[in-house]
């Protein structure tokens, strides 16, 4: 209706128009002429107006539309592009330039190849073509790289009206191709697992499992789906794992997770130890849709760790608790004794001459010994006692839980016996005793450490008494340890304090009666103990190490002594002092000793060390390096308390000893006739015959100087020329000898 009223208006105008043109024509036309040309013009201009008008509204329309579809394009939640056949970019919507980042200015003309990895560029280029070519559309997937982002496009490529152009849907699917590789990331993660897996469904149906799985059960993928997981567990385990008790336990999983052991068998029908894992997977509502098992064979790491735990816990040769099992039974016991108000028992063993058995027979024997040690010792006790292994030839028995000690004598004589009994091993017979200290809680200790110390201390103290006996913990004892560690620290400061001194006995020569030669003696004279005798402190001082010191100190006064003798009295004077095992084993650096010499000038002979024959039955390179070089530099070797241990010639043979001590216990009941002389008489002869000097020591008669002079002993050493004096009183002795 509009447009029917705008074509009136349109008319009037024309014929309004149109008379004015025909009034500046002139007056020289008629009316009827100027009507009918008013009439041509009218209808000729008004079809012009109207194909105008026509002309007009298709425009508006078109622009109109064009507008839509500009409008379209450019706020498209998806990205548009038009690409040539180049991959040069013709037009961009604003989602597509919001996606590659770039202003629509910069991105038009450049190429969408500038985004694509460059191993994808040919994929674009090709799949214009093909669209170009086919004028069929086409889809791919490119990866583009945008400024230092990375994200994965997918082009739908449609041919455009306009020849050799294509328009582009570009949607961003990175989100999909990271789900994508995600998921099968997850598929090659479960394909590959070394574990095991299975899938069960709420009706405990196994729907899926991994490689592992079959290759660990022996079941194939299609054997094991819809069956139950009970196929795979162990029917010969212990109530608390009945196929049953698990399938409860999984249908339980109240946490959401349960990991633990198991027993699971093959389907060979071989049983082995599983480690589990259970995880439950739940829907929107958090309600259980699957559960997840994840498992490994652990039998060999189960193997292992008990192959490592016997190792730390038990001796590897007697099969017995070690040290650090023995040291925890110890505590355990020590606890439930307390709680039940109970008494516990600890004895400590130790075979009694076990280094004879080494020494004679070869390790390989004492092991066996060992071996069968710990099967008797077993067989004494009863089955809620301990037996361990400390070490070497140690033992140690807990016996816990006992109302009272009547049983610990009979058990201990029990031990004594089958312990003296002969021990077959192979073709060799050896026969060893026992030593047994004997501590009772709480009556001796309430602390472990005290008690292990307590039950050692009675075990040294039975072997003192002369061993294959049980001694038990007393008070004297307790004293004798207190007094040994007071002893002990009083030592450290005894050299500082100037306590200690150098006596001297005189060694006389059995031949001439002349004094040539002295033993240095140390003595401890203490504040308030008086004179310490050297048996109780020497010991102490090799226990606690200070036997270095206090041995460097006391050759030094020797050496400085016997080099005064030297000038004052007999050029050949010669003095002798004892060098404990000690400090030989602790690698001690005799070097010092013979540049003291050096340094000082006195000549190596003037020194005469004396040692043990335990000494030359160690046998190690580190001592038989140590006497090389005292012999090589000159200073004599003796050698003390010969006959009381375990002589053998072919030590003095190869050590080069230059002196033989005869001990004073063949001295002291020595009668004409008597055993004692017959043995002196072929210690002598035996020396002699190797050119080794003989010396007694413990002579205190005339009788007995006069028998050993006639048996042809060199020296004599005792009371019967003097005891061991000082310094100052020494030299009155030289005084009159002279």
């Not at 109240?254 to 071989?270: A, D, F, M, P, S």
């Not at 084993?585 to 020194?607: C, H, K, M, T």
Request: with cysteine; aromatic share 6%.
């Amino acid at each position: 209706m509009m447009k029917e009223v705008d074509l009136d208006e349109k008319e009037t105008n024309l014929r309004q128009k149109a008379e004015q043109r025909l009034n500046k024509v002139g007056a020289k036309h008629s009316d009827a002429e100027k009507n009918k040309l008013l009439h041509e013009l009218s209808v000729h201009q008004i079809e012009l107006e109207m194909q105008n008008l026509a002309l007009e509204d298709a425009r508006i329309a078109q622009t109109e539309a064009l507008n839509r579809y500009t409008e379209l394009f450019e706020f498209a939640p998806l990205a548009y592009l038009v690409l040539n056949n180049d991959a040069e970019i013709i037009s961009i919507n604003l989602t597509g330039s919001t996606l590659l980042d770039n202003d629509r200015s910069e991105l038009i003309g450049s190429k969408l190849t500038h985004f694509v990895c460059p191993t994808q560029r040919t994929k674009l280029v090709k799949t214009l073509a093909a669209v170009i070519n086919s004028q069929l559309k086409e889809s791919v997937d490119l990866s583009l790289s945008i400024g230092s982002k990375h994200i994965w496009v997918n082009l739908e490529v449609k041919p455009d009206s306009v020849p050799e152009h294509c328009l582009i849907t570009m949607n961003d699917i990175t989100a999909n191709k990271k789900a994508e590789t995600e998921m099968r990331l997850a598929a090659a993660v479960y394909g590959s697992l070394s574990e095991a897996v299975m899938v069960i469904n709420t009706d405990f149906e196994i729907i899926n499992v991994n490689k592992s799985f079959t290759v660990l059960t022996g079941y194939s993928h299609d054997e094991i789906i819809g069956q139950s997981p009970a196929l795979i567990q162990s029917q010969t385990t212990n109530e608390s794992q009945r196929p049953e008790t698990l399938q409860h336990l999984w249908s339980n999983l109240y946490q959401g997770k349960w990991e633990g052991e198991l027993n699971l068998i093959r389907k060979n029908g071989e049983e082995y130890t599983a480690q589990l894992s259970v995880s439950s997977i739940y829907d929107s509502k958090n309600l259980v849709t699957h559960r997840v098992a994840t498992f490994s064979d652990i039998s060999e790491r189960k193997r292992l760790d008990n192959l490592i735990l016997k190792q730390a816990n038990y001796d590897l040769l007697t099969g017995l608790p070690n040290r650090q099992l023995f040291q925890d039974r110890l505590t355990q016991g020590l606890h439930l004794a307390s709680r039940n108000q109970k008494k516990l028992v600890l004895l400590s063993l130790d075979i009694d001459k076990f280094k004879e058995v080494n020494d004679s027979f070869g390790h390989k024997i004492g092991d066996a010994l060992l071996i069968e040690a710990a099967t008797r010792l077993n067989g004494c006790i009863r089955e809620t006692d301990t037996v361990a292994r400390l070490g070497g030839d140690e033992f140690s028995i807990i016996m816990g839980e006992l109302d009272d000690l009547s049983t610990i004598l009979p058990v201990s004589n029990r031990i004594l016996q089958v312990m003296a009994e002969p021990f077959q091993l192979n073709s060799s017979s050896a026969h060893v005793s026992v030593s047994i200290g004997v501590a009772v809680y709480p009556d001796d200790s309430k602390v472990d450490e005290e008690l292990i110390n307590d039950a050692d201390n009675a075990m040294y103290a039975a072997k003192k008494q002369g061993r294959n006996r049980v001694h038990f913990f007393t008070q004297l004892l307790q004293e004798e340890i207190n007094r040994k560690v007071y002893l002990n620290s009083e030592l450290r400061q005894a050299l500082s304090k100037h306590q200690l001194s150098v006596f001297y006995q005189p060694i006389v020569d059995l031949n001439t009666g002349k004094l040539h030669k002295a033993e240095a003696l140390l003595r401890w004279n203490h504040p308030v103990l008086g004179c310490v005798s050297p048996d109780e402190f020497i010991p102490i001082a090799e226990d606690s190490d200070q036997i270095t010191k206090i041995g460097d100190w006391v050759f030094h006064q020797v050496a400085q002594q016997v080099l005064a003798w030297r000038s004052d009295y007999n050029s050949g004077f010669q003095i002798s002092l004892n060098k404990s095992p000690a400090q030989f084993s602790r690698s001690y650096n005799q070097e010092v000793w013979l540049n003291y010499l050096q340094r000082i000038g006195l000549d190596p002979n003037a020194i005469v060390i004396e040692i043990t024959e335990g000494l030359l039955m160690d046998g190690s390179e580190q001592i038989n390096q140590q006497l090389v070089q005292l012999n090589e530099s000159g200073i004599d070797i003796s050698l003390d308390d010969f006959g009381t241990g375990y002589s053998s010639l072919a030590y003095l043979k190869k050590f080069d000893v230059d002196y033989l001590k005869i001990d004073r216990v063949f001295v002291k009941d020595l009668e004409p006739g008597s055993d004692d002389m017959a043995l002196c008489e072929a210690i002598i002869v035996m020396a002699h015959k190797l050119g080794i000097k003989v010396i007694a020591e413990g002579i205190e008669t005339e009788m007995q100087r006069e028998l050993l002079h006639t048996a042809g002993c060199d020296y004599g050493q005792g009371f019967l020329f003097s005891k061991a004096v000082s310094a100052d009183q020494f030299e009155a002795i030289l005084d009159s000898y002279s």
